[in-house]
């Protein structure tokens, strides 16, 4: 039982690791996708 409980937490940690990389990949595309709106607006006005 003490064997199952250690995978349990680990396999708890790696699941909420990578929800993590997940939404730091997901927050840099969003910046990513602002910055690109942002200089075709000004691309526009040159």
Do not use: G, P, Y
Not at 4 to 15: A, G, H, M, Q, T
Not at 28 to 44: A, E, G, R, T
């Amino acid at each position: 039982m003490i064997v199952f409980r250690e995978d349990f937490s680990r396999r708890k940690e790696n699941c909420m690791k990578n929800r993590q990389e997940r939404w730091n990949v997901a927050e840099k595309s969003h910046v990513m996708k602002m910055i690109l709106k942002s200089f075709v607006k000004c691309s526009q006005f040159m």
